[in-house]
């Protein structure tokens, strides 16, 4: 009997044996096909999906030129290299201010070959965003997504005409939101390793899904010789912001944002301490208009606009800016000497960065 059982046993590993080897070499018999391969094995269908609404741009034209009036009739014929992005089946292109800032003229690239010079619709640089229109038709454009949704990890896809090479494609996660670098009044940039290079400021940064994420616009490098070499890390501007600013340009020419007239400096918890506060505050270095007439003086400490604690420069200048000229804020402080200070302030528009001297 013992025998039996165990004949019987190496019968059916041997049969199993078999059965697995047959199973792995000829899915098809029991019904079954071979595994799909998975969504992350390639991101052709995101890049099909956006890459065609990234544009090339061209510009020429030099300072002691501006205003002549002049035209691109090729877009090989510029001396400017950048990229955009169609966000409208009207001709909408968004890209970088520094992109199409001194140009006289501006030429456009399309995917499918096809040229039109550029107007320009309005430019923000406090943001590093500018509005171009082309005229054409059967447009094709970019899908919207969303930025804060966006987790450290992400897959991103930037794409550009990277030194020349239009419709160039790289590949990266997503290494830190909410970045700030100082390069331009209101920032949120979002940090990734996909690589941007010269030619890809004012291109697209997508999701797998291939939905616009970003506006890519700069990369930390290390200086060599004459140029700058990138070393992984790039920043896009997120399309949540993007949205904002684009919607103003074309209602506006302008984007119109509040504005309260302080020039500040960041005070750290180890130095609030001292006055007693329960956080870092906001020091004013110089006040004017409608910070003078709320009366608000020099060395202030701003810790809440209408009620919400202010913990960095970032927070305090967007909640000011979001809010309408006119509206009125509600400001609490320290000033030394005097202890908890309350006013109320009505806000001005925003001067540019030209009128703001800088």
């Known amino acids: 009997m013992t025998k039996v059982l165990v004949f019987t046993a190496q019968s059916v590993a041997a049969g199993l044996a078999l059965a697995f080897i047959v199973v792995a070499l000829r899915p098809d018999l029991i019904g079954r096909e071979p595994r799909p391969a998975s969504p992350t094995d390639s991101y052709a269908s995101a890049v099909t999906a956006s890459s065609p609404a990234v544009v090339n741009i061209y510009t020429r034209g030099f300072a002691s030129q501006r205003g002549t009036g002049g035209s691109a009739t090729s877009a090989t014929a510029g001396r400017g290299l950048g990229s955009g992005v169609l966000i409208s089946d009207q001709g909408y292109i968004v890209t970088n201010w520094h992109v199409i800032r001194d140009a006289d003229a501006i030429a456009v690239r399309l995917a499918d070959g096809r040229e039109a010079v550029a107007d320009v619709v309005g430019a923000d640089p406090d943001t590093e965003l500018a509005l171009l229109r082309i005229s054409l038709d059967d447009l094709p454009v970019i899908a919207l997504g969303r930025s804060d949704t966006l987790r450290?990890?992400?897959?991103?896809?930037a794409i550009g005409n990277s030194f020349g090479l239009s419709q160039t494609v790289t590949q990266g996660i997503v290494s830190a939101t909410g970045r700030?670098?100082?390069?331009?009044?209101?920032?949120?940039?979002?940090?990734?390793?996909?690589?941007?290079?010269?030619?890809?400021?004012?291109?697209?940064?997508?999701?797998?899904?291939?939905?616009?994420?970003?506006?890519?616009?700069?990369?930390?490098?290390?200086?060599?010789?004459?140029?700058?070499?990138?070393?992984?890390?790039?920043?896009?501007?997120?399309?949540?912001?993007?949205?904002?600013?684009?919607a103003q340009l074309i209602e506006n020419g302008r984007v119109i944002r509040g504005w309260l007239g302080i020039r500040t400096e960041y005070l750290q918890q180890i130095g609030a301490d001292a006055y007693g506060l329960d956080g870092p505050g906001m020091v004013l270095l110089s006040v004017g208009g409608p910070a003078e007439r709320a009366g608000l003086v020099p060395g202030d400490i701003i810790t809440h606009i209408d009620n919400e604690r202010m913990t960095d420069l970032q927070q305090m200048l967007t909640r000011i800016a979001e809010k309408p000229p006119g509206s009125t804020i509600q400001i609490r402080g320290f000033r030394r000497g005097q202890g908890l200070i309350e006013t109320r302030a009505v806000l001005a528009e925003r001067p540019s960065l030209d009128q703001l001297g800088g």
Do not use: C, H, K
């Not at 450290?152 to 896809?157: E, N, P, Q, Y």
């Not at 390793?193 to 506006?215: H, Q």
């Open 152 to 157: 450290v990890g992400d897959v991103v896809l």
């Open 180 to 246: 700030g670098l100082g390069v331009t009044t209101f920032e949120n940039y979002i940090q990734t390793d996909a690589a941007i290079n010269i030619g890809n400021s004012g291109g697209a940064l997508v999701n797998a899904a291939g939905e616009l994420v970003g506006i890519n616009t700069a990369v930390l490098g290390a200086p060599l010789r004459d140029r700058v070499v990138p070393n992984g890390i790039s920043f896009a501007i997120p399309v949540d912001l993007v949205r904002g600013v684009m």
